[in-house]
Nanobody, 121 residues
Framework: QVQLVESGGGLVQAGGSLRLSCAAS????????MAWYRQAPGKQRELVAV???????NFADSVKGRFTVSRNNAKNTVDLQMNSLRPEDTAVYFC???????????????WGPGTQVTVSS
């Protein structure tokens, strides 16, 4: 089994910063892409940022220039640094990892339970 746990959410004023962290644990052989998604009330879950094992990144247009993503392959962690936060960034943020577990050949997507980020105006 593989578990993902996020941390670092909270309440921040517009223009402020937060750093989210996600740690993957369990029967992990390797992790390919790691990503952050978010879901605001009444909206669909959307991709915020993705980082490959090699460190290539991609961001949603709405967060480009404000968010950065990084990972530590040795620790199976991924962080999302969020700067210049806006009220529209308010959402539950979910960590996602594409994992090959020990004893398997195929990768599978795993999700964390999510962490709330609230940006006040």
């Amino acid at each position: 089994q593989v578990q993902l746990v996020e941390s670092g959410g909270g309440l921040v004023q517009a223009g402020g910063s937060l750093r989210l962290s996600c740690a993957a644990s369990g029967s992990i052989f390797s992790i390919a892409d790691m990503a952050w998604y978010r879901q605001a009330p009444g909206k669909q879950r959307e991709l915020v940022a993705v980082i490959t094992r090699a460190g290539s990144t991609n961001f949603a247009d709405s967060v480009k220039g404000r968010f950065t993503v990084s990972r530590n392959n040795a620790k199976n962690t991924v962080d999302l640094q969020m700067n210049s936060l806006r009220p529209e960034d308010t959402a539950v943020y979910f960590c996602n990892a594409r994992v090959v577990a020990w004893g398997t050949k195929d990768s599978k997507d795993y999700w964390g339970p999510g962490t709330q980020v609230t940006v006040s105006s």
